[in-house]
């Protein structure tokens, strides 16, 4: 089970991110109604899921507290679809390194989370990969203003709804897929709201949902309306299978293993993104996301270790060459 666990991760987190681009590239580019889709989908699913027996709520979260989690979570899914839209595979998958630094100062900065100067050398470690592969897109026309801010909203409202899925399943008790159900009609009224405000009026695009859809319509609902609408069920099942498969993960094996498949997600995504999309990419972005993602990849490897380390009390691999002991600090 822990294979398939591995295998299913690894494969749907890839998936849904190329499920993603092929909707854009089929002349749907409209982020949030994809993601309130995915949104009905999922609670849909719980709905069914429930009403036969095969499963059995256990426990919820406060109305209010739903709502804000929701909030956030439309927000990270959101943006980073976003960022993906306005971005290259690799730029987008580089914000998600990001993630890491940002929650560890936002961690530190409200719950007074202690660190060390290893752990803070891989972070910067991240950053000068983010860094280079971010200026090196800038430089090659590749990365536009529109495309840093939904960049830097992405990280943030990520950060945000990583700390509060935490700290929320901790206080109130609840699993993972308890959390995630309840949820899920939370987050299919907040992206609806989201869509609707951003994607069906002529805010920033010539064109909105309804105007696609009517251009659809008047076409039979042929051409290339079928083949998005199959890879829009792709992020649909996608979405699901990424969930279930990383709680199993986690549950059979720990966090360590998780981060690990969570790299080799990272490099068979920049591989696909690179092969299938090579539009997307010039030869200078290209070398600037082999490069800024390595150096990324090994500083995310680096934290993952040493950070382990010290919330569990170990001996980090340094500690273990040379005898060294390291005193906590706080970084804020």
Known sequence: ?????????????????????????????????????AYCFTWLYYKILGASGAW???????????????????????FMNLCLLTNTVAIYQICKFAVIPCTLALQAGYFGVKTNAK?????????????????????????????IIYAILAVLSTCIYRIWQETK??????????????????????????AIATEFFDVEKPTTVPMYLKG?????????????????????????????????????TGPIAYAI???AKTVLTIFMGIVLFPKAETP??????????GVAMFGVIAYGHFEYSLQKDQPDIIQKMFGSKTTAVNPV
């Open 119 to 147: 752990v803070l050398l891989s972070i910067v470690v991240v950053l000068s990969g983010v860094g280079w592969s971010s200026f090196t897109a800038f430089d090659a026309g590749t990365l536009s203003v529109k495309g």
């Open 216 to 252: 659809v319509a008047a076409e039979g609902f042929g051409g290339r309306f079928p083949i998005m609408l199959m890879w829009l069920g792709g992020v649909c099942l996608m979405a699901l299978t990424v969930n279930f498969t990383s709680f199993g993960l986690i549950g059979k």
């Open 56 to 78: 059995e709520k256990k426990a919820d979260l406060p109305a209010i507290e739903s709502i804000n989690v929701a909030t956030a979570s439309v927000g990270s899914i959101s």
């Open 169 to 194: 399943q901790k206080e109130f008790k609840l699993g993972p897929i308890d959390f995630q159900a309840t949820m899920s009609g939370w987050q299919a009224i907040i992206g609806l709201f989201a």
């Open 284 to 293: 200078a972005t290209i070398s600037a996301d082999i490069v800024g993602c």
């Open 261 to 263: 498949v969570g790299h």
């Open 1 to 37: 089970m822990v294979v398939v666990y591995i295998l299913g991760s690894i494969m749907s987190s890839v998936l849904i991110v190329l499920c993603n681009k092929e909707v854009f590239v089929h002349g749907f580019p409209y982020p949030l109604t994809m993601s309130f889709i």
